[in-house]
């Protein structure tokens, strides 16, 4: 299993399929759930699947994300829809353990799991996509150099209803043209 050592406070497990049920637990939560465009539950199956045709054919790149202190996952972070030709990949977070201040190292994790994309992975560029009022998401997307690149019209279905997102990228410092 790989680990990748991101701080004093947080390290990143190579998910597993025993990382399960935290994932459950996790994504399951109503306020995490109702952060996601697919707002229902998922099944154990379905995660499964996902591990197996994402995360095990190299679609997908997923950590569980580990409060180093109490040994106990708060999160789980990942790169989807990876471009190995183009050197991009999207980027997403679920983040919300049993602590409320879980939630406040938002900022400090996706950092760290930047450098490891842009130095280790070798990537060029990371995007992701936001809700237009998720406002404390893109404040701090913004401030550790993500761009708005603009605004994805009626981009997705939500709970009956077409709505925008945004996208955001970050290109790496320190790529160069191939």
């Known amino acids: 299993m790989k680990v990748i050592e991101c701080n004093k406070k ?6 597993r399929e025993d990382d399960t049920d935290d ?4 994504r399951n939560n109503p306020a995490i759930r109702n952060r996601f465009t697919y707002r229902k539950d998922i099944s154990k199956e379905r995660h499964l699947r996902w591990l197996k045709e994402n995360v095990q054919a190299r679609k997908s790149i997923q950590y569980i994300i580990i409060d180093k202190d ?3 996952t708060i999160g789980s972070i990942y790169l ?3 471009n190995w030709f183009n050197h991009n ?8 353990g049993d602590k409320k201040e879980d939630l406040e190292y938002e900022k400090e994790i996706a950092e760290c799991f930047l450098q490891y994309a842009f130095n280790e992975l070798k990537l060029h560029k990371i995007y992701l996509k936001l809700f237009p009022d998720d406002s404390k998401s893109i404040e701090i997307y913004e401030s550790i ?3 708005k690149e603009g605004i994805l019209r009626k981009d997705v279905c939500v709970d009956g209803i077409y709505q925008d997102m945004i996208r955001m990228g970050k290109v ?3 790529s160069e043209n191939i």
């Open 23 to 26: 994932i459950l637990r996790l």
């Open 70 to 72: 109490a040994e106990r």
């Open 80 to 82: 989807k829809n990876i």
């Open 145 to 147: 150099g993500f761009k």
């Open 10 to 15: 947080f390290r990143f497990d190579e998910i």
């Open 89 to 96: 990949a999207e980027y997403g977070i679920v983040l919300g």
């Open 172 to 174: 790496s410092e320190s």
